[in-house]
């Protein structure tokens, strides 16, 4: 069967300092890879999204960026965090069909 | 992908049937209409998923108009556990590179 990790699931980090998540997935190959951030009482907001090892979409310009190294590796990172950046992170997969997957998720308190 | 646009909330009682609706009147002919449930501090769930009439399944119903531009989800006799937030979803998943963006959910509160 299909598992995600995702991690840390808490995350407390000053500001200026950099960020690395982590999203992986089993049980599946070549999937559909997302991340989110989701702001306290508000909708999800995609962040990026990949198709395929290397190919990154980024869906809104900010702080933030994504990388795939492995086929079900989806990493998300910045250099240097704002307290914007604080937030629920998901990661997700999708294989075929409407039914995505989502981890755990991180939460993250910039500082 | 069309845009979809839904009640911010919604309030019911135990027992009672819930009917949310979505508007999408930009759907195209190739876009399916998706549900999500989303309990706080987890990722959303998949619910059901639609092209046209109606759909069951042992969660809800999804109830699609012949026009397409709108749809309601239907949950028979909620209990305190479906309290949670409802996204609806319209896109062509068929597609490799399906976008799968999530607009701002209903919170359905479901009171004893």
């Known amino acids: 069967s299909q598992t995600i990790h995702q991690w840390p699931a808490t995350l407390v980090q000053p500001v200026g300092s950099p960020l690395s998540l982590e999203c992986t997935v089993e049980?599946?190959?070549?999937?559909?890879l997302y991340w989110y951030r989701q702001a306290a009482g508000r909708g999800l907001q995609l962040l990026f999204y990949?198709?395929?090892?290397?190919?990154i979409s980024s869906e809104v310009p900010q702080n933030l960026s994504a990388s795939r190294p492995q086929d079900r590796q989806f990493i998300l990172s910045s250099k240097k965090l704002l307290l914007s950046d604080s937030g629920f992170y998901l990661c997700?997969?999708?294989?075929?069909?409407?039914?995505?997957?989502f981890g755990q998720g991180t939460r993250l308190t910039v500082v | 992908l069309a845009k979809t646009t839904q009640p911010i909330s919604m309030d019911s009682y135990e027992g009672q049937e819930v009917n949310i609706t979505c508007s999408h009147n930009?759907?195209?002919?190739?876009?399916?209409i998706t549900w999500y449930q989303q309990f706080p501090s987890q990722g959303p769930r998949f619910i059901i998923q639609?092209?046209?009439t109606k759909v069951t399944n042992e969660v809800a119903s999804l109830f699609i108009p012949a026009d397409r531009k709108s749809s309601t989800l239907s949950l028979p006799r909620v209990s305190l556990s479906d309290t949670a937030v409802y996204y609806c979803?319209?896109?062509?998943?068929?597609?490799?590179?399906?976008?799968?963006?999530f607009g701002s959910g209903t919170r359905l509160l479901v009171r004893p």
């Open positions: 997700a997969w999708r294989r075929q069909g409407p039914e995505a997957f």
């Open positions: 049980g599946t190959s070549n999937p559909n």
């Open positions: 990949s198709v395929g090892i290397g190919q």
């Open positions: 930009n759907i195209a002919t190739n876009d399916y």
């Open positions: 639609g092209y046209k």
């Open positions: 979803l319209v896109g062509e998943w068929m597609d490799s590179s399906y976008k799968l963006i």
